[in-house]
């Protein structure tokens, strides 16, 4: 499961690597950079859904869900089986 933790230190990184600085992103999904700020320093306590998902729009991601329980191997996982045979 996800927390709001790590959701904001995957947004930072992303913002980042697209070369934006808190205040662009901040603009560009309509909250305020101090929001932005403490939603990727982890001292965002609740954040709505709709202001997530325009962060993630302005990052060009989207939310998608799947049943609990469930994930796609990862590449190691896919090595290692291929390994074992």
Do not use: V, Y
Not at 13 to 36: C, D, F, N, P, Y
Not at 42 to 53: A, D, H, L, P, Q
């Amino acid at each position: 499961m996800i927390t709001l933790n790590s959701l904001g230190e995957q947004i930072s990184a992303r913002r980042k690597e697209l070369g934006m600085s808190q205040i662009e992103l901040a603009r560009k999904a309509s909250i305020s950079r101090a929001t932005l700020d403490a939603l990727e320093n982890g001292r965002s306590g609740e954040m709505g859904f709709s202001k997530i998902t325009r962060l993630l729009s302005a990052l060009g991601l989207s939310l998608n869900l799947q049943e609990a329980g469930t994930h796609r191997p990862t590449l190691d996982e896919l090595m290692n089986e291929r390994g074992s045979e």
